[in-house]
């Protein structure tokens, strides 16, 4: 996935992550913090890449990144958002200079890159240091960017008519709705099925 792509999902995902209200911190966040932070770290996976648009700024990070794990290696796993978090809280009590809804729009940030790699036919992988890669194949470089910004704008435009005001669990919640709302599409989908 490209630099823009991985920007225009981070900027969907924290819209998403305010909007559903994922943690108290992030209900309440103020916009220029959670948006900021989001694409402060959204790039950040790929400084394992020299070619990529960080790699080149940060060469001398970049290459010995590379060297040591590797393209979508260590980076884009779970592993290295959990170090990033212990590593953040280790150095930055909770009172420090990074305000908490900032704190938690990073590490969306983090975690809408590796989300947006998923689509590619490479994946990446989760479980890292254990080789096994997860992806959803919908992106393929070989044929230009123009599905990935379609792809990204559309998670943009569901991320902006996520109702701000829903409530995120429970029977009436947000969740409870989307999974009632694929369960009837999957019995309409067999029912047609069977019926023909």
Known sequence: MTAEGHLIVAIAGA?????????PELAHADWWHLISAALLTCLLPDIDHPKSFLGQRLRWISHPVARIVGHRGFTHSLLAVCGGIMLLQLHFPENAWIPPDAFQGM???YLSHIAADMLTPAGVPL?????????????????GNQLERVLSLSLMILALWFPADAPPFGADGWSAHLVNLAQSGFQRLFSKSTAQ
């Open 107 to 109: 590490v969306v940030g």
């Open 127 to 143: 479980l890292w240091p254990c080789r096994w890669r997860f992806c959803l194949p919908l992106l393929n470089s070989q044929k």
């Open 15 to 23: 819209i998403f992550a305010k909007r559903a209200a994922l943690t």
